[in-house]
């Protein structure tokens, strides 16, 4: 029988949440426990730094596979969900394979130190899968986090707007071609900062301060386009919008954000929302098609 | 008769160098000067720092075209030479277009506002020639700025730093396509920055910041290296590196550097290689060849 990728609570086993940093793998244990599951959390050592004592939980090493597997095995998991950011690469001595895993070892280190980010995610999610159970998205547990198409708020891109975005887009293909990262701005039609490991976040801080030097044009405003790598397992690591990014784009003077409809999470949707409209931005879900013309 | 690329004074005219900030400017200036020259300083408002006071000057904004245009004219100027970094754009208001350009304005305004830095200078190259003088390199009055192929220093790119250098230079091939920036850095195999308008020393300084927070394997050196945009103009903005691109990639923890040879410029040779040699660098020219198999 085709195992199905619903996670109710009638499918055999347990549900284990990987949780990193940020505040998704909270809300995906809510959401959850919510729909009748009683997720076990492995809270990942230096990433989560939320208190998971409303949780059956664990705080392990991300390198302490043994440990991960052991935990899988012993709480009967047969869904897991990586979620949150992982900001810090585990050091080889931090390593602690399984029998199964030995041999891999050479492969996962190397694959540690000099793979992107979509190539390590695709290797935890084939350690995990070694061990029996199956890794699903965070959007099959809550769907209604993936962005649809189309303004999310009040304001919708103008005509310099769509501009931007093509021109941003095409920039974050390119970019998630090279695994270097997910987001891009442009202003008046040319890219002026693309992502890596620092995040949007600082990405954005990046964009305000060279606007405060004037080296972006003061009468543009520009977007932010955070898109899939084109490689990517859509499991792991989707894009994903929060308010505090509707706020860092505000202080870089954007005029929005655009994010790829069914393939990028909008967290805190609420609170995003009101933030955009009293800012005056937009926030929107671009079609695929949009995307392929691109 | 064919004009020569040859700066000496024998050719009919005099040389004018517009410059931009840091210290190549006054380089080229002396160089010039030390060839027999007697070159013509327009010096760009708020971009260059230098006092001129040794040499024929002007100080003019870069958006005036009508008084750049008329000093060429009035000076005899029959070629130009752009050198320095141009930070700040100017704004609409500042262009003073000349009769001749003015047909122009419109198509001047959007290269501005929306062009890669490459489209601006070959706009500034186009309005320059129109005016009767001819823009010519850097390389053509200093030509021994032009990086050689090989290490500079002591120091030579190890196996690992080749891996490092094919990598980052593949990745800024791809940035300099998107006429965003000629920078980009790898560290074990992994590209984890891309310049834009914040310059080389700034994606250095966000280097050394992932690294201090564990972002960045500290077992990994990794490299910088610096390319032309394949589409760009030689005679404008060949990618430079001087004494602090050294001192930012040893604080960043990199291995060394590469440009390309005969495409990029070396600043401050001699301070440069003993920067390189005792902090344990290698600054290396790359061939052609082995870009064009990446």
Redesign the interface.
């Known amino acids: 029988m085709p195992m199905s990728i619903d996670s109710r609570p009638e499918t055999r086993g347990r549900l284990a949440i990987i949780a990193g940093g940020g505040m998704l793998p909270h809300h995906v244990a809510e959401a959850a426990r919510a729909r009748g599951d009683n997720p076990y959390i492995i809270a990942l050592k230096n990433e989560s730094g939320r208190d998971w004592s409303g949780f059956d939980h664990a705080t392990l090493g991300i390198g302490n596979f043994k440990s991960i597997t052991a935990a899988l095995l012993a709480k009967g998991i047969d869904r897991v969900v990586l979620s949150g950011g992982v ?3 585990p ?2 001595r931090d390593i602690r394979p399984t029998l199964r895993t030995l041999a891999k070892v050479p492969a996962v280190l190397k694959t540690l ?4 980010d979509d190539a390590v995610l695709k290797m935890a999610i084939g350690l995990i899968e070694a061990s029996g159970a199956r890794v699903i998205g965070v959007q099959d547990i809550i769907p209604e986090l993936l962005a649809e198409t189309g303004p999310l708020g009040k304001i919708s891109p103008d005509r310099e707007d769509w501009k931007n975005i093509e021109v941003a887009a ?2 974050a293909v ?2 998630g ?4 990262g997910q987001g891009a701005v442009a202003v ?7 992502e ?3 995040g949007t976040d600082a990405m954005l801080a ?1 964009v305000a ?2 606007r405060a ?8 405003r520009g977007v932010l386009v955070k898109l899939c790598k084109p490689q990517q397992d859509l499991r792991a690591d989707l894009p994903s919008i929060g308010a505090s990014t509707v706020l860092g784009a505000r202080a870089a003077g954007l005029a929005g954000i655009a994010v790829e409809a069914g393939r990028a999470l909008v967290l805190e949707r609420s609170a995003l929302i009101s933030e955009a409209d009293n800012a005056g931005l937009f926030v929107a879900g671009i079609d695929r098609a949009f995307l392929s013309g691109i």
């Open positions: 900001r810090r690469r050091e080889w130190i000099s793979g992107g095409s920039a390119s970019l071609r090279l695994d270097v008046g039609g040319r890219v002026v900062a693309l890596g490991p620092e990046r301060a060279l030097e004037g080296r972006i044009s003061s009468h543009r």
